[in-house]
């Protein structure tokens, strides 16, 4: 997609999808940054139901890196259960607490680097804790921004961190704040993992894969 498409295409998602709600779920609806960062953790192939839930029994026992460190792994596992991978999840947690005591003098990193150097946490993680605890313009790329991103064209890219460094050296600044939100919203609703609902799409005349599947010979 060339720019000025890119940025018709983020125009048209501002106007059409309503942009940060307050009743996200999961890491998103973390502001506090060690709560974020832990969330993030818990989320790895777990429904945001479920990390909600394992992240609020957590959170009962302990709400600091020392707090949470001084707990028996087998007891963060039990809590954590619902968002499965626990005995793994429970020895990240402490891996990581032990990181921000020793290396962060228990503050969460505000950079990239800093979040990415953290046992566990890869740069999903690290850019959903920069957008929304720290409200930095970042488009963190979860499973919808990939898959929207790369079947419009806005990028090409064969990863998810891939598709991250592209919308940050290709999207227009005014769209990097709420650009997760409007693609999500998009991907939720509209561009739908099986049935995409190309008929009706706003984006129809921008999209490469419609073009695609429009000029197939059986279409
Ligand atoms: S035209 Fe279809 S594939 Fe393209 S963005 Fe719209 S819904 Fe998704």
Redesign the pocket.
Known sequence: MSAPERAEAFRRLREHMPGRTRDAKGPKDQPDPFRSVVSCLLSAQSRDVNTAAAVRALFALATTPDAMLRLPQEEIARAIKPCGLYNMKARSIHRLCAALIAEHGRVVPRTREGLMSLPGIGRKCADIVMSFAFDQDVIAVDTHVFR?CN??GITRERTADRTAEALERTVPDWARHDGHFWLIQ?GKS???SRR???ET?F??DL?R??AAVREAPDA
């Open positions: 929207v079947r419009t998009f509209v561009c739908l995409p609902r190309c799409c984006l129809a999209c894969w419609y």
